[in-house]
């Protein structure tokens, strides 16, 4: 089983400021990595697949970054709207397909 | 528009059998493109794959899982189900249904609204 760790658990961030958070992975994923935002009492939106496209109707301040086992996601100037859990899920090896314990975004 | 919705208990006793149900709308369960999943959430907690059903009726199962799932389908009802034996307070989650592609990018897209299911006497 792939594990996929993200850091940091919690990134505190000004509002128009940059966000940056990493995701690895226990072994190389190649381009296989899903980034996912959860608001709270909802379910996990897709953000970005393949590690680095956009989904549809995904803002462009989101980007995805990486390959093989070290990824990031970029949020370039916050807004409030982003506040939220990210997690990173891998689908290179399953079963099972695996996710990251989550990174939580909040205003500074 | 793709839309899932799970359905189910929300209490379930120790011991028992979970059931869920996912009502798919907007796309065919049986078109051959897609998997169907379950994925589960702890409260508080990260998000676990369960398992998931193809169009042909093949399934892949958790390994963690696999003991104690089953997962099926009824395509003339565009529906697809899990079923978790001997829950325990450990299955008490909100459990969601999910879509991913069968083929290349296996991200899951979308998702249900999730049902909370509580393991409890």
């Known amino acids: 089983e792939i594990v996929m760790t993200q850091s940091p658990d919690t990134l505190s961030v000004s509002p128009g400021e940059r966000a940056t958070l990493s995701c690895r992975a226990s072994?190389?994923?190649?381009?296989?990595l899903a980034w996912y935002q959860q608001k709270p009492g909802q379910a996990p939106r897709l953000l970005i697949y393949?590690?680095?496209i956009r989904a549809t109707g995904v803002p462009a301040r989101f980007s995805g970054s990486g390959s093989g086992a070290e990824f990031t996601l970029t949020i370039t100037s916050l807004q409030s709207e982003d506040i939220a859990l990210y997690y990173c899920?891998?689908?290179?090896?399953?079963?099972?397909?695996?996710f990251g314990q989550g990174t939580k975004v909040q205003i500074k | 528009q793709v839309q899932l919705q799970e359905s189910g208990p929300g209490l379930v006793k120790p011991s028992q059998s979970l059931p869920l149900t996912c009502t798919v709308s907007?796309?065919?369960?049986?078109?051959?493109?897609?998997?169907w999943s379950w994925i589960r959430q702890v409260p508080g907690k990260g998000l676990e794959w369960i398992g998931h059903?193809?169009?042909?009726?093949?399934?892949y199962y958790n390994p963690s899982l696999k003991s104690r799932l089953f997962i099926s389908m009824d395509t003339s009802k565009n529906l697809f189900f899990l079923n978790l034996n001997s829950a325990t307070a450990a299955d008490t989650a909100v459990y969601y249904c999910?879509?991913?592609?069968?083929?290349?990018?296996?991200?899951?897209?979308?998702w249900g609204q999730g049902t909370l299911v509580t393991v409890s006497s």
């Open positions: 899920q891998q689908y290179n090896n399953w079963p099972p397909w695996t």
């Open positions: 059903i193809s169009y042909t009726g093949t399934t």
């Open positions: 907007g796309d065919s369960i049986s078109s051959g493109d897609h998997f």
């Open positions: 393949g590690a680095s």
């Open positions: 072994q190389s994923i190649s381009s296989n």
């Open positions: 999910a879509r991913s592609q069968s083929v290349g990018e296996n991200c899951f897209d979308p």
